[in-house]
C-alpha cells in the first residue's frame, strides 16, 4: 500500500487537465513530459531535456525546486516551460502525460495517485556521485570529518572537498574508541590525524568528533591542547549497516530530526559495511527535500550558531 498524500493528488480527469494547462499557460495540445529533482533540483537536467526534445514524443516541463541556477540557465538556453519553486505541483501534474525523476521519494506516490506514469532516469546517487558532488549540485555545504590515515591516502580528495566550500574537520587518525586508549595515545591519534588534515587543506580542523561517538577525560583533555571543540550528533540514519537503504536512512533521521539540529552521515565504507555509503548518497536527495519541506536551511557546523575552539596549537 502506498503511503498517504494529499488529497489535492487525486486522479486527473480531462477536465482537471485542460484547466491546469490553461492555469499554467502551458499548450493545450501535445504531450508535456514533468522533469523533477526534488526540492532541491538536482540531477543531471542539461542531459535529461536534450534527451527528451531529441525523441520528439514531448515537450518539457522543468521544475527546478529552489535550484535558481538551474533555472537561469535553462531559460538561457531556450527551455520554454522551467519553473522554480511550485506549490501547486498537483496542477501541474494534472497538466502533464508523465513524470520524469531521478530521485524518488514522495513525488512518485503523488504522481500515482494523479494517474501520472512515472520514468526513473539518469538517478541520483548512489550511483557513482560523491557526498560532496551531490551537495555541491544542490547548491548546500556540509561538514565532512575526516581519518587522518584516510587523507594521508588521498590527500588531494581532502582538498577537493575544501575547495568546493564544505567545512573539514577531524574524525582523528584511526577509528578506534577512546575509551580502549590510554590518554596518551588519545592525544597522539587526535594530534596525528589534525596534522594529516592540515597538511592537505592548508588549515588546521577546528571541529572533532569522536569514533563511536564515545568521549572520556582524556578525549577532552586533548582536545583543548590541539584547539578542537568536540561534537556529537541529533540524528543518525544507522548508514553503516548492510541493511541499510536510501528510504530506511531517510526514515531514521527524520524520526529524530528538529529544527537546529545536527545530522550523521557516512560517505565512505572504510570502517562500515561494503557498500553502505550507497545508501547515504541514495538518501541525499530525499533528505534534502524533506528538510525543504519544513523550511529549514541546510548547512555545515560552521553556520549552526556554534564557534569552533578558539585557538591553535602546535602540541
Known sequence: MDPAVDPRFF???????????ARFGLPAEGSLALLVGGSWGIGEFDETVRDVKATGLARCVVVCGQNEELRRRLIEQ???????????????????DVLIQNAGGMTV???????LPVVTYRTLPGHGQT???????????????????MVRQAPSLAREIADAGHEVALHGWGHRAHIALTPGQTLRDLRQGRDEVAGAIGRAPGWYRPPYGVATAATFSACRKLGL???????WGRDWTSTATAESVLHTVARDLRGGGTVLLHDSDCTSKPEAWRSTLGALPLLLEHCAQQSWRVGPLREHGLEEAPGRTAA
Open 11 to 21: 486522479r486527473c480527469t480531462e477536465a482537471s487537465r485542460e484547466q491546469a494547462r
Open 78 to 96: 531556450g527551455v520554454e516551460h522551467v519553473y522554480g519553486w511550485v506549490q501547486d505541483m498537483p496542477g501541474l501534474m494534472h497538466a502533464c
Open 109 to 115: 506516490y503523488e504522481a500515482r495517485a494523479c494517474g
Open 131 to 149: 557526498n560532496a558532488e551531490a551537495l555541491d549540485e544542490a547548491g548546500v555545504r556540509a561538514t565532512f570529518f575526516l581519518l587522518g590515515r
Open 229 to 235: 571543540r568536540p561534537v556529537l550528533w541529533s540524528a
